[in-house]
């Protein structure tokens, strides 16, 4: 790691902003070719601990100050005002290091679709090839395969980066889940990585085989470059701007960016690029902060325009969730069982001593459906009546992002398109009343494509003031996020009553099947919350549907500025985690930026 005088005393070739899951990765392929210097700047540090290695230990970095920005959302109207956290990670390997480790592809007919809004050359295909280019898998162990997990081995890359298979360990309600899923009519998957995401199966983690450690981007892709003389990671240490020059018939260059280290202000030149991958929170404040965004926005922060680009901090987009609790009428063993002292110590060592057991994984099972598995068909038919009259609001029509409200209306009734996902948290995450030493288990239930569209913006023209959050939670046309997600409780009940699953529970806790609509409407404004995949803030789209960059990346308005490779480019959200998504965009970048350099693009 270098210090900031010394970082600031070179000239870069690339300069990556945000050492995170996608920025490492871009910077890591970057510097395989010697010609180049990379320079990287991460806010946060590196920490290879256990809480961040240990599949079993996940949440635990949440909220730390050392690893988590802990961002709350501002105040949410329909829902009771409450301010909603989504944790990111302030990590070398930022959310990579922090996630649920869930290794899973988009879907073939939604990035085929992508194409619709006026993105061209980011189909399935070209994905999927760069998703297999970063990882590498091995195949899942026989007692794996006995809980489902993916064997196909042609769907999978091989000799990529990041380390991927089946986890090691399953809780016991894991069959009982796939037992009940089943008996729903869903059909258990065993090949989630083909495009095809429909069904209820066993998630390919990001995890090493050999060790059972998070696979991440600081140990999959930084450290097998990090020796090299031609990148340089500097942790610590927060841009405050990209330097832009004047506009020149209508286009600026990046010439570098200023930083702060230790309280002091630094600045570091790039020859070729600077490339933004700060994640889909932090990246349209730091263009805001850079001059490069809504005219308005930008007076009132004080900040001189550079570049008139209303689409920054727009069309942000999220998974929101609701959660179920239920009591267990048997004695499983459940990841509640962690927080008996001398249990927890008995699994610690188990896993220090074997690599194996309790500690090595984490919840593992994933369901993904279509609406017309969940809503039922009268509730389809008035759901869809309401949100095509809700579609001929003129705002809507003469709004640049028409064309994917058409798409996401498609989507609705295209029963290849999972709109709904469906957890088993072996553990008591929720709230209400449960007998003392009860086991218990938690039911999730997220919508895949929201319809609510918020916002980020900078609140003030200082890095360190966080932006406002704001994600629409809840407000949609025709209130279809409620339908769905009120439709999606009531399905989970029937999960919770049905097969295997539904014999080994006990009670349903809260909310209850008895309760009237009005009161689970009630209930869902009180527990929404975010499923922490943001994305959309500096949307890859045509600049005349309030895009911020183009099909190869590049910050419109500008020669030489990238968003590359952060959520934040996503043009709608995938049905699915978007992580392997994310390095695939990083493997696609750098093949973009390498064919720019070659061609000795001008810059
Ligand atoms: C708890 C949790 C669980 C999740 N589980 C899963 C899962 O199981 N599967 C899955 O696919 N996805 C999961 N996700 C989501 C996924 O991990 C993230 O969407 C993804 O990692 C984001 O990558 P990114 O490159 O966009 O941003 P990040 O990885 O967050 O990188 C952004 C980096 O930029 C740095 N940065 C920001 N501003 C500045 C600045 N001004 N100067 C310098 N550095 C800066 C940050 O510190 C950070 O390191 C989860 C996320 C969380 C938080």
């Given amino acids: 790691m270098e210090s900031a005088s010394a970082f600031s005393r070179q000239v870069f070739d690339y300069i990556i902003v945000g050492g995170g899951n996608t920025g490492l990765a871009l910077a890591s392929i970057l510097s395989t070719d010697p010609g180049v210097r990379v320079g990287v700047i991460e806010a946060g540090l590196r920490k290879d601990d256990e809480m961040i290695l240990l599949p079993g230990m996940i949440g635990k970095p949440l909220n730390n100050p050392d690893y988590d920005w802990s961002f709350l959302t501002k105040p949410q109207i329909l829902a009771k005002n409450r301010r909603i956290p989504i944790p990111r990670g302030k990590v070398l390997g930022g959310s990579s290091a922090l996630n649920y480790m869930a290794y899973t592809r988009g879907s073939r007919i939604e990035f085929n679709d992508w194409e619709k809004l006026g993105v061209t050359g980011w189909d399935w295909s070209t994905i999927r090839d760069a998703v297999n280019a970063a990882e590498a898998w091995s195949p899942p162990s026989d007692y794996a395969k006995l809980h489902n997990a993916d064997n196909v081995a042609h769907n999978h890359g091989r000799h990529g980066y990041v380390k991927t298979t089946a986890y090691s360990y399953y809780y016991d309600l894991v069959l009982p889940f796939f037992d009940s899923m089943n008996k729903m009519g869903v059909a258990t998957n065993y090949s989630e990585a083909s495009g095809d995401l429909i069904g209820i199966w066993t998630y390919t983690a990001s995890i090493d085989p050999q060790t059972n450690t998070r696979s991440y981007s600081t140990n999959a892709y930084y450290d097998r470059v990090s020796s090299q003389p031609n990148i340089v990671c500097l942790t610590g240490a927060f841009v405050s701007r990209v330097v832009m020059s004047d506009s020149k018939e209508g286009v600026s260059r990046a010439l570098g960016v200023e930083f702060y280290s230790s309280g002091q202000l630094f600045s570091a030149s790039v020859r070729r690029e600077v490339i933004i991958s700060a994640g889909a929170l932090q990246t349209p404040q730091l263009l805001e902060l850079s001059g490069i965004g809504n005219p308005n926005i930008l007076r009132k922060l004080g900040i001189p325009l550079k570049i008139d680009l209303p689409g920054v901090g727009e069309n942000f987009q999220d998974h929101f969730t609701v959660t179920l609790g239920a009591e267990l009428r048997s004695n499983h063993v459940t990841a509640d069982d962690l ?23 984490t919840l593992s099972t994933l369901v993904f459906i279509p609406t017309s598995a969940f809503v039922p068909a009268d509730k389809m038919k008035s759901m869809i009546e309401a949100l095509d009259r809700a579609l001929q609001d003129p705002a809507i029509r003469n709004s640049p992002y028409k064309q994917w409200y058409d798409l996401q209306r498609q989507w609705l009734e295209n029963d290849g398109v999972a709109q709904l996902e469906i957890i088993l948290f072996p553990s008591y995450t929720h709230v209400g009343c449960t007998r003392e030493n009860a086991k218990h288990y938690t039911m999730s239930v997220f919508l895949q494509h929201a319809w609510s569209r918020g916002t980020v913006h900078a609140t003030s023209a200082s890095v360190f003031d966080p932006p406002e959050i704001d994600p629409a939670t809840l407000d949609s046309p025709g209130d279809i996020g409620m339908v769905m997600l009120l439709e999606a409780v009531k399905y989970a009940f029937k999960v919770m009553q049905t ?25 869902i404004r009180s527990m929404v919350k975010s499923a922490l995949h943001p994305i959309g803030t500096a949307s890859m789209l045509p600049r005349s549907a309030n895009g911020v960059v183009d099909n190869d990346l590049k910050v419109y308005g500008t020669s030489n500025l990238r968003v590359v490779s952060d959520a934040s480019i996503f043009p709608i959200h995938l049905g699915t985690h978007p992580q392997a998504t994310l390095d695939s965009l990083a493997h696609r970048a750098a093949e973009i930026i390498k064919v720019d350099q070659k061609a000795g693009a001008k810059l």
């Fill in 339 to 361: 927080s008996t002292e001398s249990f927890a110590q008995a699994r610690l060592q188990e896993y220090r001593d074997t690599r194996r057991g309790m500690l090595s994984s």
């Fill in 499 to 523: 097969g295997t699953l539904g014999d080994l529970t006990a009670k349903i806790i809260e909310p209850l099947p008895t309760w009237s609509d009005d009161q689970l409407r009630d209930y």
